[in-house]
Every structure is written in C-alpha cells, then in structure tokens.
C-alpha cells in the first residue's frame, strides 16, 4: 500500500509541475505590456523605436520619440511629440538624425524590432549606440526564439525571429562590461542592454563589416533552445522590473 502511495505521488508531482509549466506560458506579458511598464518606471524624455509596424509599441511613449519603419501601417494613437520617418533604419541614421532631437540630446530609450537578420540588427545597435549616454536603456527584440526552425535567416511566414539573438551573443561575448537582462515575453523575448560606454561604440566599429560577416555564419548560433536559454538566462516580467528598479532608483532618466 505503501509503495502505490509513493508512486501516486510521483504521478502526481509530475504531472503538477507540466501544468505549472504551461500556466507559467499563459501568464507571460506580452512585450507591449512590458514596455508600457519600463515607460512608466523610467519615465525617458527621448525616445527611438526602429520597426513600427502598427504604432502598438510606439504608442505607449509619452515623450519626445522618433520612430522608424520601412513600411508603416499605424492604426495607435500616437503622441503628439512623436516624428515618424518611412524609410530604413540604414536611411535614417545616414541622412537624416541630424534633423531631429538626436543633433544635441541623447537618447534615453530605444527599442530596437527591425529586420530580423543578426547583421541588420547589429548595425541598429551601433547606430543607437552613438546617440546614448551610459544609462541609456537599449531593448533588443527577439532573442528567445520558440524554435530553432524560426531563427532560420529565410523569412518565413507566422513567427519568423530571424537570427537576431547572436547580437545579443555577440555582444556579451566582446562587451562583457555592459549589463545584459533577458526578459521572458511573448512572443519571443526582449533584451535589456545597460551600461555602454564611448569605448565600445569605437572598439565594435573598428571591425563592424568583419562582425556582420561573422554573425552571418554559425560563430555565435546555438545548437539547441536548451543551450540557448542557459546561456541567455531569461528572467521573469517581475525579476526584470525589480532590476530595472534598482538600477534606476531615481525613477526616471534624464537626456544629455
């Protein structure tokens, strides 16, 4: 009687734990509710979102924001403190930031959801970094892939990432001093960086073709979401807002 207690229990744990585990996937925010909440912790006065898409991200800015996008098909209110530029991110950096707040302030926040191609996004990345300042919040956008199948660097149709989340590799491989804090949202996880310095923007610049030439191969890929996930350590929506708490316990930013 004993030992089909023990089993029962086993059973029970078990199968406890599995529904633990998809409770857990229907709680996850998503990154829209998320950001709204990093928003309001951090208050930013300079704003840039790359890939706008319908505005439901670039909507939740309050302050002075740029938002680029090839393609836009805006159906949010946005605020009136926001300057929209239809080209690509490349375009936009080349020939036209100088036109905006960018020509004398520093970005506080920047949300990077471009193409989704490592070497794209890497180049997003350094051109953010130029305009931010220590304690500016970069978020980099699908990093935890659901499958290996969708960071193929073909586009595919429904939930294609793309290989984005070797920058995220990269980047912790050759800039170890900056802080890194993964955070675990639908659909396909964000990445907070923190803690640039006018250093790194030189030293990844210096070899910035030869970089995308290797995030085009298989340098940084990972051969599994296991090893994905262990290297990356995704943290929960709560554990990422008490991070960014403490690291800005002032409560706000503030451009320079």
Known sequence: MQVVFVSLIAISSETLYHQGMQLEKKLRYSYQEFLRSVHALLKPETYLEIGVRDGSSLCLSSCASIGVDPRFNISKELNDNVRLFEMTSDTFFEERAKETFLANTKLD???IDGLH?????FRDFLNVLHYSK???LIILD???PSSIEITAREKLRGGW???V???ARLLKTLSPQMEFCAVDT???GLMLITGAHASDLIELSKN???????LKGHEFSYASLDELRQNLLPQSIDHAKKYLARKYSSGSLKGQ
């Open 109 to 111: 926040m920047a949300f």
């Open 117 to 121: 191609l490592s070497e794209f996004a």
């Open 134 to 136: 220590e304690d500016t």
């Open 142 to 144: 699908d990093i935890i």
């Open 161 to 163: 990432t793309g290989d």
């Open 165 to 167: 989340y070797k920058v």
């Open 186 to 188: 639908k659909p396909s």
């Open 208 to 214: 910035s073709e030869g970089l995308q030439e290797r």
